[in-house]
């Protein structure tokens, strides 16, 4: 299988640290139970948090996993760090007060509508190769690498 | 990765819209709740459905990839269709009250099947296909691209 | 795509199995609610294990898919399976009155952890390949698989 780990690997190491990251969030999640039994508003807080993550957390891997395979695992990867380091800042400066009303419960838009469109082109480039004769596919590469740069733009 | 592709585009396709049903969904959610800042039942119904929705989608998307790979994309991808069309329908008519208590948390029950029965038939395909000497796939295949048009009858 | 089938079908296997307890619990609820229409403990219990489970779901299948595409496919669906018991044990066995703040949030952490080391150990050993010229993924292969035999341990 080492053919398809070639292509996958930087997904497979960012899927990794999203993981250790959700482990991160059960932890402080538990803790925070665990210190005070009653419950607190910072129990309340952490557990929101850790529940807006959660929610969102199928649909990041499905279309990170969709973008690498269909287009280029480089860019596909580096918009999931990013992501990784959204989520992180949420989670930390969390202060909304009850579950899913907060704004930012869809954190770091952005970055998903980046990786739809990836997934989007690549299927694109695909269904029209045999037409248009010529693969864009390397070109549409180069653009896809460049333009992950715009996403560190606060 | 391009013969990767052919074997999964149709599934990527799928993953896409649901991704984007998914985001519609949590737009719903947020906008509702900037609406009215208290809880109105509006806002609990409109919640719950989203909730029940995001609770079955890796159940969902597990068993419509494996299928895929295991048998073949177009059924798969069929009758993924038709569950975010059914998922589609029960988000905007939801008129339960609580959290998981209607009779429709687990919808799509007839769909799930036919996808986990897909999955069964690839994998007992794969493993008894040394014994028997020749391989079915394509007769199965047929087969299952007949009885997944079964799907559309209400 | 026989020759893809043939390193995953375990893993297949595993989600197929998995897939059909998601089910089981759902089903549960769902009967639990349907027979005493009022919010019972009994209800509120089934329904918290059953959100505690589904929260550890997509964490589980991402790390389990992860590890068997990188390193074997056997001690991967191996821990899965066992994690699959341990669940069910939990979801059986639950007594918690509250979501989230039973010390079993986080169940079978050893083998999530065992999982999470075969993906680093993969990893590793897919970059470190180059530079060191031979290739210990066989023999990294026989140790994952007595390793496994570890988590039988209670």
Chains 1, 2, 3 share one sequence.
């Not at 482990?23 to 538990?30: D, G, M, P």
């Not at 529940?51 to 969709?66: K, Q």
């Not at 864009?136 to 590469?141: D, G, I, M």
Request: charged letters at 10%.
């Amino acid at each position: 299988m080492d053919y398809v780990v070639e292509h996958i690997y930087l997904l497979v190491i960012v899927t990794l640290i999203s993981v250790l990251q959700n482990v991160f969030f059960a932890l402080k999640v538990e803790k925070e139970c665990n210190i005070k039994h009653t419950h607190t508003p910072a129990f309340e807080r952490v557990s929101c948090a850790n529940r807006n993550c959660i929610d969102t957390y199928p649909t990041f891997m499905a279309v990170m996993w969709c973008a690498g395979l269909c287009l280029n695992q480089a860019p596909a990867a580096f918009a999931g760090i990013i992501y990784l380091g959204v989520r992180h800042k949420y989670f930390v400066g969390y202060m909304g007060q009850t579950c899913q009303s907060t704004p930012g419960y869809l954190f770091g838009k952005r970055i998903l509508g980046f990786l739809i469109l990836m997934c989007m082109v690549g299927i694109f480039n695909y269904l029209l190769s045999p037409y248009f004769g010529s693969n864009y596919k390397e070109y549409l590469e180069t653009i896809t690498g460049a333009a992950s740069a715009l996403l560190l733009i606060p």
